[in-house]
């Protein structure tokens, strides 16, 4: 009887993370006013040694501390489930696997870089960590790992999902978490958004910019980021690493590895460790899966750009909407950022990964079809990897391919029934991010 449930012991909880920086060439992230490339001094205001070197290392295996580990004993390794009642369902010949990162405490992928970050600033006598936080997951997971090293932790909340979205906000007071709505009257740069546009529902962007103005403005005060940056994707290989092994154990191999794109970090963490292999040769098609309202690998210009709204992170080479883009409200809240992570975009740009845009109620459809036959209420983010795996999986029966397809289901959905709720409502809309505002949005980009 083959198993559906791939579980690994807690010493296969890996004791380093895979760095593709080793194995691919980047663009170096360069001054925004010098031009020149950006040194560890620069990047020392707001983040601790350790994070600044593992940012730059080309080191293609980095230590996992004891200490992180031992936390990630809590929840890890994670389970690599055989979806067999959905490919029951969609009479499917592919076979069909997800990691399952929702059984964490906050309930997604992100505690696996946060307990990380929080250590690093921890030993480094930093005694506060500062961060935004879009929907609430990000600041819910490094709330949650703060609370192991008693570093406060100050989240700048976006607005709309601090008014619309109490039960995140409520989780991160549980984990002794400061909340600020963003923009705020605590920063300069929140102040000046707020006289400009009284009534803006804030962005990722401008929360971003407060969170760094606030580190650099306080001492023993360090700024935290969830995604996007090369330590963070380092952190988060945990998951591909684990999955490389659970695979080994089923004498198995994935022909097709998809994920949720919205900064970059589960998916890249889940598939990088496998690109090796790809290197070398093996037939592997990788899925990087975004939403239709913030198409950034799909509609983005490759380019120079800013992380943040105000201008003053390094500029980043990466697929880009532009750094004023504010995306409409749609309910995968994580998925709303302007850019990407650069190692993920310079493979994008290589061919090496391929990219797809969803609109919202194909992705709550798949979603919903996954609760019915597989149990678990997954997160709306997650679910737009899921709809690549269902049209593959379709594609598999029409042709007859036995394909092993695999996904990185990035959390759970208990705080998404609202959304869950509008959809079986008929409730959702549809939004396509008209052209002409993404080429405004380009028009702005820094010139480099
Ligand atoms: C934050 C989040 C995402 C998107 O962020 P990435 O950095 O692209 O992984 C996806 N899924 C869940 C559950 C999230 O919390």
């Known amino acids: 009887m083959e198993r559906d449930k791939i579980m690994l012991d807690e010493e296969s909880i890996p004791d380093k993370w895979y ?3 080793a194995d691919v060439d980047l663009p170096p992230p360069i001054h925004p006013a010098t031009h020149e490339s950006i040194t560890p001094e620069d990047l020392s205001v707001i983040f601790p040694k350790e994070l600044i070197a593992q940012e ?3 080191e293609r295996w980095i230590p996992v501390p004891d200490e992180v580990r031992d936390i990630y004993r809590i929840w890890r390794p994670t389970p690599l489930y055989r979806a067999r009642r959905l490919e029951q369902f969609l009479k499917t010949p592919a ?3 997800y990691k399952w990162e929702g059984v964490s405490p906050p309930g997604s992928h992100k505690p696996n870089t946060a307990v990380a970050q929080a250590y690093y600033n921890a030993r480094e006598g930093v005694e506060r960590l500062t961060t935004e936080t879009g929907a609430g997951q990000w600041g819910s997971a490094l709330a949650f790992a703060c609370s192991f090293f008693d570093l406060q932790c100050t989240v700048y909340m976006v607005r709309c999902s601090y008014e619309q979205k109490p039960y995140r906000r409520i989780l991160m007071q549980v984990w002794e978490a400061d909340i600020t709505p963003s923009p705020s009257e605590r920063t300069s740069f929140g102040k000046r958004v707020r006289e400009e546009m009284p009534d803006t529902s804030g962005s990722l962007g401008i929360a971003i910019s407060e969170a760094i103005e606030d580190a650099a403005k306080n001492e023993n005060t360090k700024y935290s980021l969830g995604s996007v940056l090369n ?3 380092l952190h988060q290989t945990v998951m591909g690493l684990e999955m490389k092994k659970q695979f080994e154990m089923m004498d198995a191999y994935p022909d097709i590895l998809c994920g949720c794109v919205g900064g970059g970090s589960n998916f ?3 598939v990088f460790p496998f690109i090796p292999d790809k290197l070398k040769g093996r037939d592997i098609t990788c899925i990087a899966c975004e939403p239709t309202a913030c198409p950034t690998l799909t509609k983005g210009a490759y380019t120079y750009d800013f992380g943040d709204t105000a201008c003053q992170t390094p500029l980043l080479k990466m697929f880009t909407l532009g750094h004023s883009f504010v ?8 998925l709303r950022y302007h850019g990407d992570a650069p190692l993920l975009c310079k493979l994008v740009e290589e061919g090496l990964i391929e990219a797809r845009a969803y609109h919202q109620n194909e992705v709550f459809e798949a979603a919903t079809l996954f609760s019915r036959t597989e149990g678990f209420v997954i997160a709306p983010e997650a679910a737009h990897g899921l709809r690549a795996v269902i049209d593959e999986a379709i594609r598999c029966r029409e042709s007859g391919e036995e394909k092993t397809i695999c996904f990185i289901n990035s959390g759970h959905g208990h705080f998404d029934l609202g959304a869950y709720d509008l959809y079986h409502r008929h409730m959702l809309q549809d939004y396509e991010y008209p052209e002409e505002l993404i080429r405004e949005a380009l028009s702005n980009l820094p010139c480099v």
Do not use: C, D
């Open 19 to 21: 760095n593709i920086h």
């Open 231 to 233: 330590h963070v994707v």
């Open 268 to 270: 890249s963490g889940g």
């Open 95 to 97: 076979r069909i696997f």
């Open 56 to 58: 730059m290392s080309k």
């Open 327 to 334: 995306p409409p409200a749609i309910h995968a809240g994580g």
